[in-house]
T-cell receptor, first 111, second 114 residues
Framework: SQQGEEDPQALSIQEGENATMNCSYK?????LQWYRQNSGRGLVHLIL?????REKHSGRLRVTLDTSKKSSSLLITASRAADTASYFC???????????FGKGTKLTVNP | SQTIHQWPATLVQPVGSPLSLECTVE??????LYWYRQAAGRGLQLLFY??????ISSEVPQNLSASRPQDRQFILSSKKLLLSDSGFYLC?????????????FGEGSRLTVL
């Protein structure tokens, strides 16, 4: 079964708005990662947050992690049409590099 | 810099035909390699991982097999394709200098079985 589950499955917003995607997982983790996938392309690593961290920033990205609720969120601020892509969260099995991915959130940013 | 070459990029094959997808990695000293499949609406599923030449672990029972003939080469194969083998196949390796399990992906091979 999938470890990470993203919510919502699809999100459509206007350029300039913020986009928030959520991820829930089931077992203990060492870290949680977010990836981006443009249509028909490979995945690109965006950001990693460790289990002892609560929030992390990278440019327009903000990731939070709540280990008590086994959930994470990815916030993209001031979205651009180029942010249109699918976003996946991924967790490691017991800290190994074998990542388990969710089904992703498909984000559409309308110009 | 780290690169992953996958070929072919797209492939249309009839049911029952064989399959060979190749992945070649450059620019990393980490020996681990992974094959993921992305089927429509199902996210990414880990199929195989390898920690070195000739060392393959399968994550799910299936119609596919993998081989690691060279350190930087990872091959996904099938003797007889099924319709359910259609999907987007992604090869990945740990990000060079990452250290925490981040993965670097190739551009994928899209397989359609008719």
């Amino acid at each position: 079964s999938q470890q990470g589950e993203e919510d919502p499955q699809a999100l459509s917003i206007q350029e300039g708005e913020n986009a928030t995607m959520n991820c829930s997982y089931k077992t203990s983790i060492n870290n949680l990662q977010w990836y981006r996938q443009n249509s028909g392309r490979g995945l690109v690593h965006l950001i990693l947050i460790r289990s002892n961290e609560r929030e992390k920033h990278s440019g327009r990205l903000r990731v939070t992690l709540d280990t008590s609720k086994k959930s994470s969120s990815l916030l993209i601020t001031a979205s651009r049409a180029a942010d249109t892509a699918s976003y996946f969260c991924a967790t490691g099995k017991g800290g190994s590099e074998k990542l388990v991915f969710g089904k992703g959130t498909k984000l559409t940013v309308n110009p | 810099s780290q690169t992953i070459h996958q070929w072919p990029a797209t492939l249309v094959q009839p049911v029952g035909s064989p399959l060979s997808l190749e992945c070649t990695v450059e620019g990393t000293s980490n020996p681990n390699l992974y094959w993921y499949r992305q089927a429509a609406g199902r996210g990414l599923q880990l199929l195989f991982y390898s920690v070195g030449i000739g060392q393959i672990s399968s994550e799910v029972p299936q119609n596919l097999s993998a081989s690691r003939p060279q350190d930087r080469q990872f091959i996904l194969s099938s003797k007889k394709l099924l319709l359910s083998d259609s999907g987007f196949y992604l090869c990945a390796s740990p990000t060079s200098g990452g250290g925490a399990g981040e993965l670097f992906f190739g551009e994928g091979s899209r397989l359609t079985v008719l």
